[in-house]
């Protein structure tokens, strides 16, 4: 046996921001990896990292019987596991890790057990730099014992991962916390604002927050993007306008919930002005770029 496959065979659907990272770092750490992405440049990028590229969604999960999903829409979630489901497989695991809605992750769920397979909703924390380092938080949730099995592969890309329990727990934690996440970045880019507004040069500012009380995970990521003054390349985390995807999950789960959330729903009109100022391809760290516009603010 290779040493690329001593560790086993496991399917990627999805090799995007997250997904190519977490393919390469798996098949660094000696598994075989299986991938596959409607993008040519994405699958090209995979598979000079070690990743075997095969044709379709289907073709992956013939090849592994665990499988991991990291998708930009509802829409590629349907079309994956219809693929999955049809593929005449015995029995499969699959890792949903993308943030979508619970309607979307329960249809694709049940479609799945009625073809003799199981879905586990297991979004992640972490940006796509976290990744490269595998700093990724796992929220698992659905069948105990499949999440039991996976733990080994779990520590080949991430930090910790936890087993929430019933399906559909793993999406609600992330809805939390990217609620924060998208809090924290705002208010990261409005501080930056203020200091450079006052005078203050922008890579003292973080240096200098970076040390203090008002850090946060999030400013540690995003700071270096805002005192750069840089969003877009090959260094982008999570784009403006797959993150706007995220933003209308969250604010629908908490009306359905009835929750208030003023500071969350203020900062939707700031990533909406990103969308409409050309930064839709940019790291959501331009929302830096937005408030210096609205201050006044040239660099």
């Avoid at 499969?92 to 993308?98: H, Y």
């Avoid at 799945?112 to 698992?140: E, F, M, N, W």
Wanted: net charge positive; charged share 20%; with cysteine.
């Amino acid at each position: 046996m290779s040493a690329a496959s001593a560790k086993g065979i496991v399917g990627v659907v999805g090799l995007g921001i997250m997904g190519g990272v977490i393919a390469k770092n798996l098949a660094t750490a000696g598994w075989r990896v299986v991938g596959y992405d409607i993008d040519a440049a994405r699958t090209a990028e995979a598979k000079a990292a070690g990743v075997k590229t095969v044709a379709n969604a289907a073709a992956v999960a013939a090849a592994a019987e665990t499988i991991m999903t990291s998708l930009p829409t509802p829409a590629a979630l349907d079309v994956t596991v219809q693929a999955i489901a049809g593929a005449n497989v015995k029995r499969r695991v699959v890792a949903e890790c993308s943030t979508f809605s619970l309607e979307d992750k329960t249809r694709a769920e049940s479609l799945l057990r009625g073809a003799g397979h199981v879905l586990l909703d297991c979004p992640l924390s972490g940006t796509g730099a976290q990744a490269r380092t595998k700093d990724l938080v796992i929220y698992a949730s659905g069948d105990k014992a499949s999440i039991a099995a996976l733990r080994p592969l779990f520590a080949d890309f991430s930090r910790q991962a936890y087993d929430l329990g019933p399906f559909g727990n793993g999406s609600k934690m992330k809805f939390v916390a990217n609620l924060l996440v998208a809090i924290h970045n705002v208010a990261s880019a409005e501080a930056f604002v203020l200091g450079m507004k006052a005078g203050l040069d922008p890579r003292q500012i973080y240096d200098l927050i970076k040390n203090g009380a008002g850090n946060s995970r999030v400013f540690e990521l995003r700071g270096p993007f805002m005192a750069q003054d840089r969003y877009g390349g090959d260094n982008v985390t999570m784009k403006v306008g797959m993150w706007q995807k995220d933003m209308s999950v969250i604010g629908d789960f908490a009306r359905k919930s009835g929750v208030p959330t003023p500071l969350f729903s203020a900062t939707e009109p700031i990533y909406a002005a990103a969308m409409s100022t050309g930064h839709a391809g940019d790291d959501t760290a331009s929302v830096c770029a937005v408030l210096e516009a609205m201050a006044g603010i040239k660099r």
